[in-house]
């Protein structure tokens, strides 16, 4: 329409216009890949988030079976005191009865 019409500078309004609608372009792709990146941002902050989550998740199960194994080591040192103890008054037990029943004959 602008290349019918008897205008002064008419090739550079055309070629201003072409720029114009080359920039508009540009702009356009511009702003679909900030849109892109925007999404991509979201998505790895929630995989940052899932990931906090898992790892939280880990250290309590962690957490959790040091308790269960400190837990079953107290235990087995109690049982071992308990046999201790259990062996002892056997042993003191014997040698009672035994230098009674060897001063007795």
């Known amino acids: 329409m602008i290349a019918e019409l008897d205008i002064k500078n008419k090739e550079s309004l055309i070629k201003r216009k ?4 080359e920039q508009q372009g540009q ?9 892109s990146l925007e999404e991509q941002n979201k998505t790895l902050e ?9 790892s939280k998740v880990k250290d309590a199960e ?3 079976k ?9 235990d087995k040192l109690n049982r ?3 046999i201790n103890a259990s062996n002892n008054i056997i042993n003191n037990l014997e040698t ?8 007795s004959e």
Do not use: F
């Not at 792709?29 to 849109?35: R, S, V, Y």
């Not at 040091?66 to 107290?74: F, M, N």
């Open 80 to 82: 071992e005191k308990e």
């Open 18 to 21: 072409s720029l114009y609608a």
């Open 46 to 54: 929630r995989q940052i988030v899932q990931a906090g989550i898992t």
């Open 66 to 74: 040091k308790s269960d194994i400190q837990r079953a080591y107290e």
């Open 62 to 64: 962690v957490s959790m």
């Open 96 to 103: 009672n009865l035994g230098g009674n029943n060897g001063s």
């Open 27 to 35: 702009l356009a792709q511009q702003e679909e890949h900030i849109t």
